[in-house]
C-alpha cells in the first residue's frame, strides 16, 4: 500500500512523507478510534448526538480508525444537474450515488433532499445519510452567490438522516444571515440528535487579487473554520490550503505575526494544521474536499490532499467529482485509494 502510494505522489513524496510540522502534533486531539468516547462525549452533545457520530466513524473501511471518507453530491444545484451528471449520466439517478458510496466504502453519504430522500427507506439503514439543507442555485439571472435554505430540518430526521450539512460564505455580504439561519438549524438538528457538518467557504471577490487567491488562504480559510466551531459544528469541510496571509495582503480584519512565523510556514502540511488548530485543536473534526475533476490526474491529486490531510492532524476527505464523474468501477478504486492512505499506518502524523 505504501509504496502504491509513494507512486501516486511522485517527485512530492519525500516532501509530504517526511516532514516534521511546525506546530507539535502534541497540541492537537487527533482522530482516533476512540474519537468521540474521549473527545466529543465531554462536549454538551447529547446522547443521540454521539451515537450519529459513532454511527459514521463505525460505517466503511475506514470503520473503527477514527476517519472519515464521504462522498458528497450537491453540486447538482450550484452546477447545474448537467454539468455535474454529464461526464456520467448514471448519476441522473440518484440510487447510482448511493451505491457508489456504499460500494466505495465511504463511511457516510452526502447529497441534497430529494437525492436522499427519493431511495431513503431503501437504504436509510444501510450507509448513514448526510443531508445538504442550503444551496447556492445559478438558474437566477444574472448569477447571484447566496447560500438559500432548500428544506427544513425536521425533513431530514424524518428520513433517517445522520447528519446535516449546510455551507456558510463567509467574507460575503450574506454571511451574517447565512451564520443566523445555520446555526439555528444546528441547534435543532442536535436537538433531535443529528451531527453537523459545516462547509466554511470564503467567497468575496476582493479575496482573489491579481497575484494569488485568497479564498483558499490559510488564514482566512482557518477564520472560517474557527467561527464554524463556534457556531457547533461538529466537522469542519473546508478546502485545501494553498497560500497564506490573506489578512496581511487584503489590510483587513486582524492577524498576529505569529501566525506566519511561529503557527505556519509555506509548506501544505503546515498550512493545513493552521486550519486544524482553528477547529479547536481537532476537537472538532477537519476533512478537506478533493476539489474539481481534472481527469487523468485525479487519483495522484486525491491521494496527495489526503496525505497532506492526514499528517496535518484532520479527519479525512470529502470528494466527490473526482470519483461520481467517471464509471462505478473507476470512482470505487479512486475512494479507496483515498481510504488506503488513512489505512496506512506508516503515514502518521506529522
Known amino acids: 500500500m505504501a509504496t502504491k502510494i509513494k507512486e501516486l505522489l511522485g517527485n512530492d513524496a519525500e516532501k509530504l512523507l517526511n516532514y516534521k510540522a511546525k506546530v507539535p502534533a502534541g497540541r492537537l486531539h487527533l482522530p482516533s478510534p476512540d474519537y468521540v468516547s474521549e473527545i466529543c462525549a ?3 452533545r447529547g446522547l443521540q448526538v454521539l451515537r450519529s457520530l459513532q454511527q459514521m466513524f463505525s460505517h466503511g473501511r475506514l470503520a473503527g480508525t ?3 471518507s464521504i462522498l458528497p453530491v450537491d453540486q447538482g444545484i450550484e452546477h447545474s444537474a448537467g454539468a455535474s451528471f454529464a461526464p456520467n449520466p448514471d448519476c441522473f439517478d440518484p440510487e447510482n450515488i448511493v451505491k457508489l458510496a456504499i460500494e466505495g466504502g465511504c463511511n ?15 437504504y436509510a439503514h444501510k450507509i448513514p445519510f448526510m443531508v445538504k439543507i442550503n444551496h447556492n442555485e445559478f438558474l437566477s439571472y444574472p448569477n447571484k452567490f447566496d447560500q438559500i435554505m432548500f428544506g427544513q430540518i425536521r425533513q431530514a430526521w424524518d428520513m433517517g438522516a445522520t447528519a446535516v450539512g449546510a455551507t456558510i460564505y463567509f467574507g460575503s455580504a450574506e454571511s451574517a444571515r447565512q451564520l443566523v439561519e445555520v446555526s ?16 466554511c467557504y470564503t467567497r468575496n471577490s476582493a479575496f482573489k487579487t491579481a497575484e ?5 488562504s490559510a488564514d482566512l480559510t482557518g477564520q472560517a473554520n474557527h467561527l464554524g466551531v463556534t457556531i457547533q459544528a461538529d466537522i469542519i469541510k473546508q478546502k485545501l490550503p494553498e ?12 492577524t498576529h505575526p505569529k501566525v506566519y512565523s511561529e503557527l505556519s510556514t509555506d509548506h501544505p502540511i503546515d498550512l493545513t494544521r493552521y486550519q486544524v488548530l482553528n477547529c479547536y485543536s481537532g476537537r472538532a473534526g477537519l476533512i478537506n474536499s478533493g476539489g474539481a475533476s481534472s481527469g487523468a490526474a485525479d487519483l495522484a491529486e486525491a491521494v496527495k490532499t489526503a496525505v497532506i490531510n492526514k499528517r496535518a492532524g484532520g479527519m479525512g476527505l470529502i470528494s466527490g467529482r473526482k470519483a461520481f464523474q467517471r464509471p462505478m468501477k473507476e470512482g470505487v478504486e479512486l475512494l479507496n485509494a483515498i481510504q488506503d492512505v488513512y489505512l496506512d499506518k506508516s503515514i502518521t502524523i506529522a
Do not use: C, I, P
Not at 108 to 122: E, H, I, P, Q
Not at 184 to 199: D, P, S
Not at 212 to 216: G, S
Open 184 to 199: 439555528q438549524a444546528f441547534a435543532e438538528a442536535h436537538r433531535l440528535g443529528m451531527a453537523t457538518v459545516l462547509w
Open 66 to 68: 477514527g476517519y472519515l
Open 243 to 254: 497560500n497564506n496571509g490573506g489578512f496581511t495582503a487584503l489590510k483587513f480584519g486582524k
Open 42 to 44: 465531554s462536549s454538551d
Open 212 to 216: 494569488k487567491d485568497y479564498h483558499v
Open 108 to 122: 457516510a453519504v452526502a447529497s441534497t433532499f430529494g437525492v436522499l430522500g427519493s431511495v431513503a427507506r431503501k
